[in-house]
């Protein structure tokens, strides 16, 4: 079993900056991809962003050029960096890991989903 905890979510005006973090604990083994999602009230579960191990990305085209996806494989964390924030990125956004699949992985692909936090965009 994996347990991933996230921190850095919260309540931020539009044009500011979030950092979020997960770190991955329990009996991890080797993970493949490590990833961002986020869900909006009513909407599906959408990528933001993901990373493999050898450091290649995958972005979602809503964030592109302004989220940033990091990784520290020895302390088995992922990070996101967000910046210029809008209203439409507000969300619960959910870590992600997954031991398998092709590149870019699908969220099918995915085996253990951390409980999510919430990042809130003020006008």
């Known amino acids: 079993q994996v347990h991933l905890a996230e921190s850095g979510g919260g309540l931020v005006q539009a044009g500011g900056s979030l950092r979020l973090t997960c770190v991955a604990s329990?009996?991890?083994?080797?993970?493949?991809?490590m990833g961002w999602y986020r869900q909006a009230p009513g909407k599906q579960r959408d990528l933001v962003a993901t990373?493999?191990?050898?450091?290649?990305?995958n972005y979602g085209d809503s964030v592109k050029g302004r989220f940033t996806i990091s990784r520290d494989k020895a302390k088995n964390t992922v990070f996101l960096q967000m910046n210029s924030l809008t209203l439409e990125d507000t969300a619960v956004y959910y870590c992600?890991?997954?031991?398998?699949?092709?590149?870019?992985?699908?969220?099918?692909?995915?085996?253990?989903w951390s409980q999510g936090t919430q990042v809130t965009v003020s006008s």
């Open positions: 992600a890991t997954a031991y398998r699949g092709s590149w870019p992985v699908q969220l099918t692909d995915y085996d253990y």
């Open positions: 329990g009996n991890i083994g080797s993970i493949n991809v």
């Open positions: 990373i493999n191990s050898d450091g290649r990305t």
